[in-house]
């Protein structure tokens, strides 16, 4: 019995350890410099964009939401410093994750 007691403990210390979504971060994006058609919760048009390790490779990814403070201008391909929050409790129609501009890093013309 203090076997079986032992091991319910140690399960409900690891279960207590898992861990949490980080409520915020900061990462670098990449914009592309047109959007693309796309279709969320209705048709709409989507960045196209890299984050992270991805920044200035060949793959790009569809990107749904708006971030707050970018104000976006096609035919510039933008580099930009953002912070991801998380938001608590969102609608069923929209995101998870609140994007907001911390810094402009580049805009190119193409």
């Not at 796309?38 to 964009?49: E, K, N, S, Y």
């Not at 929050?85 to 609140?98: I, L, T, W």
Request: with cysteine; aromatic share 10%; net charge negative.
């Amino acid at each position: 019995m203090k076997k079986y007691s032992l091991m319910v403990c140690l399960l409900g210390a690891l279960a207590a350890c898992e861990e949490e979504e980080e409520v915020a971060r900061e990462t670098t994006m990449r914009i592309n410099h047109y959007t693309q058609n796309c279709q969320g919760v209705a048709a709409q048009q989507c960045f196209l964009v890299q984050e992270g390790d991805q920044v200035g490779s060949p793959d790009w990814r569809l990107f749904y939401d708006t971030i707050e403070g970018f104000d976006y201008e096609e035919g510039f391909v933008y580099t930009l410093q953002v912070r991801i929050e998380k938001v608590e409790n969102p609608p069923a129609d929209a995101s998870g994750r609140r994007y907001r501009l911390l810094k402009v890093i580049s805009k190119e013309k193409v």
